[in-house]
């Protein structure tokens, strides 16, 4: 079984819907971590919700092409050969459709709710290894610091 570190690791924000996203300076700034792994010409991103600016959920037709274009494009990887997945504020990890995407900006994607017994880091650690996609501890324990820093945000604004 070959283990699959992340490819890039990196802080988005998004503050507010009528901006395009960017790289965030620092964490207080982000709305989300962005995790993609690549494997040939194909790839998986997971986009943490971290409670900063624009959620997960409303900004993700503009995180996906954000995450395509600036990072997978001049490796090869076509969109249809994404596979997408997003932890929302709430803690469920699910997936994400791209139905309509044409390379300016933003796309058409819907949220795919997953059964309750793999919307968790398990269950898609478990999905992306049957995919090919190994996740290595290293990048579990990154995924889990982002999950944690959430989730601290979260109450804090609560």
Known sequence: MTVTPATKRFSIAIPSMMRPPQHA???FESCCEAFVWVDKQRAVILFIDVGGGVSVTNAIDQLIPFVIEGQLRQQG???QDVLIFGRDSMGAFDQVLIDVYDGSGTCEANWLPMP????TLDGFRKISASIGFDICDADIKAIQLAVKRANAQIREAA
């Open 116 to 119: 309750a017994r793999i919307r």
């Open 25 to 27: 300076k620092d964490e």
């Open 77 to 79: 990887v076509s969109w």
